[in-house]
């Protein structure tokens, strides 16, 4: 199992990567999107923001504290539309992430011996564990850390779009 140090190491060390993939993007870049379909920039920080708060920290404590009590409901995939992440402020979205990760560290170091078997009956996913859902949170962040990458390579692909990146190796 994934320890607690671990875990908050990673997702401290996630955050600064996420801080530094993400500093000196311009609004342009930031709103930019691959396609129709895609996420941006923008639209995958406020997503990160959202499931910070209305998801990873919240069920990990409702597994550890009151693993009877059902989970509000999310829709994170629909929140980047009807939230209008697209159309936020860069700047104040980037700060609004590293704000919640913060207060999520700062709560991950209160727990007093949480138990990590602690489990709860998910009815989709079958019995989710703390310590299955600490392991996806950290997860998770890689899963975007990659999507930002990417949408770097993408966005650098289409200024120089009359010359070829082959040099650089396969995507």
Known sequence: MLSLALAQTRLTANAKTIAALTRS???????????PDDWSM?????????EEREDFRQR???????PTEAWPPIEPSNWVTARQYNRRDWATSLEAFQH?????????AELNQPNWESAYPHPQ????????????????????????????????ATQVPELSLNYAGEW
């Open 25 to 35: 993007v311009a609004d342009a870049q930031a709103r930019w999107k691959p396609t």
């Open 125 to 156: 996913l079958g019995t989710m564990r703390a310590g299955e859902m600490l392991s996806a949170w950290v997860a998770h962040d890689h899963l975007h850390l990659r999507q930002l990458n990417e949408l770097h390579w993408q966005y650098l």
């Open 60 to 66: 990990v404590d409702y597994i550890l504290h009151r």
């Open 100 to 108: 919640e990760r913060q207060a999520s560290l700062k709560w991950l």
């Open 42 to 50: 923008l639209e995958v920080i406020n997503h990160l923001y959202d």
